[in-house]
């Protein structure tokens, strides 16, 4: 067992990480990641995918945005350099408008509805500015397809993979590496009835958004890692409030089930008794403010 705390970082952390000026605390979220360890950050392998699924989502319709505005409205090659920098300089200025029709009009069943894509979406464009003022037209249409992905933004993912393993450890395939015992099992199931508790009261509730499958996999995943002793202590930092919510419910549920005694059995008492002292003690769900008033106060 690792004695370390560690901090498992959510995908919305990561990206205030990884593209600091997107946030307004991203400068000091920088500074506290390069204060860990390498084995006091962790982050989870499907967080990456949603990253990388992130970055691409937001390259698609930046990539979308180039064609109907450089290749399809004007004839980009018989502009001089003046008015090429006219026709981007349009395009920034309406680019939430562009952004938000394309993703409607070509993407509505695949990409959401999402600040953090759009944040994405603007600095890449940025980014490409004075390329685009330079190639023909032919050179954008082959440099930016819209049927597969670039070469740009293939080696552009992996370099931020590289940039999160060399600061964090990734944890792949938990359930695959963690020995799991019936006792074990029979704690998760538990952690299992009160997630799927919350997301049905939520839905009740009429809450438009619910925990997704990713994220019962993750809390679970988290749990089973202090439970098997992996890690002393979890901190899972997020800012997304379905994980505190998940982590609420289910102590409630262990209380109740703690609260009902001999009507459960024994052994359900007990494996109640074990998972709500582990996530009381042994695990945490914490905000990004929350970590770094922690981290300004040391």
């Known amino acids: 067992m690792s004695d ?3 901090y498992f970082f959510d995908t919305n952390v990561l990206l205030d990480w990884l593209y600091k000026e997107i946030s307004s605390y991203g400068v000091l979220l920088e500074k506290f990641v390069n204060s860990l360890r390498r084995d006091q950050c962790a982050v989870h392998g499907i967080t990456l995918t949603e990253v990388e699924r992130i970055i691409n989502d937001a390259y698609n319709v930046t990539a979308h ?5 450089i ?19 349009e395009i920034e200025k309406e680019f939430e408008r562009k952004y938000e029709e394309i993703r409607k009009r070509h993407y509505s069943g695949t990409i959401p509805r999402s600040t953090v894509r759009l944040l994405l979406a603007k600095m890449f464009f940025k980014s490409l500015e004075d390329r685009l003022i330079e190639m023909r037209g032919e050179d954008v249409r082959m440099h930016f397809p819209l049927t ?7 080696y552009y993912v992996r370099n931020i993979k590289v940039l999160i393993a060399e600061k964090c450890t990734i944890i792949y395939d938990i359930r695959r590496t963690i020995i799991n015992n019936d006792i074990t099992e029979k704690k998760k199931e538990l952690i299992s009835q009160a997630i799927r508790r919350y997301i049905l009261k939520s839905k009740q509730k009429g809450y438009k958004k619910s925990p997704s499958r990713y994220d019962d996999l993750i809390f679970t995943d988290l749990y ?3 439970d098997r002793g992996v890690y002393s202590k979890i901190i899972f930092v997020t800012n997304d409030v379905d994980f505190k919510g998940m982590y609420e419910s289910t102590i409630e549920y262990l209380d109740e089930i703690l609260s009902r005694g001999a009507q459960v ?5 007990s494996y109640a008794k ?3 002292e582990i996530l009381a003690k042994r695990l945490s769900i914490k905000s990004v403010r929350e970590v770094l008033a922690e981290y300004r106060n040391e």
């Open 265 to 269: 059995g024994d052994d359900t008492i």
């Open 71 to 89: 290749l399809l409205k004007v004839a980009w090659d018989s502009l001089n350099v003046k008015e090429r920098v006219r026709v981007i300089n």
């Open 224 to 226: 089973l890692l202090v």
């Open 4 to 6: 370390a705390q560690v």
């Open 148 to 154: 597969r992905r670039p070469d740009d933004i293939r």
């Open 274 to 276: 074990e998972a709500r």
């Open 65 to 69: 945005i180039i064609h109907e505005e």
